[in-house]
């Protein structure tokens, strides 16, 4: 059975940082690319960044270019996201995806299995 686990959400102060993490089983995470959506109250689920199964290439959207860094470790079975420099529009329910084969991609159909999500919080 395929889980995606999320953790390391939390409350933070606008400009800080956190990391948060996906734990995956039941797949061998290195033949899936990965990407990490988010979905705040009222508003539709947006893509925020993926990385291909290698790891060797990368997409964010503009609204986090630059302050939020994507990463895997195949090893451990596990995704990262780092986010820097946090602000308040940020705050969201951030859940991962796997994404069978080494594209990346944004639009959420392309996604085969999905976490429950952790809650991030940006205080002002």
């Known amino acids: 059975q395929v889980q995606l686990v999320e953790s390391g959400g939390g409350l933070v102060q606008a400009g800080g940082s956190l990391r948060v993490s996906c734990a995956a089983s039941?797949?061998?995470?290195?033949?899936?690319?990965m990407g990490w959506f988010r979905q705040a109250p009222g508003k539709e689920r947006e893509f925020v960044c993926a990385?291909?199964?290698?790891?060797?290439?990368?997409l964010y959207a503009d609204s986090v270019k630059g302050r939020f860094t994507i990463s895997r470790d195949n090893a451990k079975n596990t995704v990262y996201l780092q986010m820097n420099s946090l602000k308040p529009e940020d705050t969201a329910v951030y859940r991962c995806?796997?994404?069978?084969?080494?594209?990346?991609?944004?639009?959420?159909?392309?996604?085969?299995?999905w976490g429950q999500g952790t809650q991030v919080t940006v205080s002002s």
């Open positions: 995806a796997a994404r069978y084969g080494s594209s990346v991609g944004r639009r959420t159909n392309e996604y085969h299995a």
């Open positions: 039941g797949l061998t995470l290195s033949s899936f690319s």
């Open positions: 990385i291909s199964k290698s790891g060797g290439s990368t």
